[in-house]
């Protein structure tokens, strides 16, 4: 098949200079903001953008070992089909992060719920909309032991955000 | 920025040809199945997959016109800021829908909530996990008018999925 290009809209600022201790997942990580500049050039498609409170960011995970077909997640002991986990080591290396827009001025997003390393190049922007996005699923596999108040306890999860903690 | 490159691990078939009558999200798309075929060098990333009965597929919008700042949601009369919107004609042209995933046989899988073109190249599957990624979000912009039932009744909506409606 032939080779798609990609080109960042942006750059995202965090306080996450490094894997170790960056939460796992936006929804640990309320209470952190950041920001996202988007490159003027596409500053005109953020119209209308605040009116939503909740955005998916989709991002680069830059920093992100090669392809495995297989990883131990974080949180098991056991090796796991890449796909079935949320580890950054992908054939295509993108992520993905629910976050709350807490403002737009510019070409400059605040969000909160900030799970991703700094300097992490932006793709893309959607709006988060419940009614297509929050869907029932019963089945979690291998996470199924794994709920959330162990997650929060815990603090880290196999996840989208680990962009670089199994990775460097 | 410098330029980044994805590779396609696989193609989406589908019963759909065109974007006219091609449901605009998975979660208007029950009962429409389809396949994911993925490349037989990714099938290995696939083990603990069957596991979860919903997953993410992320893919290429290969039909989508070029990028442009703003667009006329199907169900709106006004031009929106393309991030503001699930169009396809984004920059970086890239779809998600969370899918129902109904069984993994080798490098296929059978899943139900289809509402992607046939040929759509595969960027990649992550497990869905509603803890992550079923958040709230009360403030949905000028989809707020634009509820479910609407949406449902109509069966067309601004969505990731409208590959082509808008753009050929």
Not at 23 to 42: D, H, K, M, N, Y
Not at 101 to 107: D, K, P, Q, R, Y
Not at 141 to 156: E, F, K, M, P, T
Request: aromatic share 8%; glycine share 8%.
């Amino acid at each position: 098949m032939k080779e798609l290009h990609l080109r960042p809209i942006g750059v995202i600022h965090s306080p996450h200079q490094q894997a170790a201790g960056t939460p796992v997942q936006s929804s640990l990580a309320t209470g952190i903001s950041g920001t996202v500049e988007v490159l003027p050039e596409f500053a005109a498609g953020l119209k209308d953008l605040e009116a939503f409170d909740r955005i998916w960011l989709m991002y680069w995970f830059d920093r992100a070992s090669p392809y495995h077909p297989t990883v131990k997640p974080y949180l098991d002991t056991v090796e796991r089909g890449l796909f079935a986990t949320r580890a950054p080591a992908r054939p295509n290396p993108i992520g993905i992060s629910a976050v709350k827009l807490l403002s737009v001025e510019g070409n400059m997003l605040t969000v909160d719920g900030m799970d991703i390393l700094d300097g992490t190049p932006l793709l893309d922007i959607k709006p988060y909309l419940p009614a297509f996005d929050a869907v029932q699923a019963e089945k979690t596999g291998w996470c199924g032991q794994l709920q959330v108040n162990a997650v929060l306890a815990d603090g880290r999860f196999e996840t989208d955000s680990k962009a670089g903690s199994k990775t460097k």
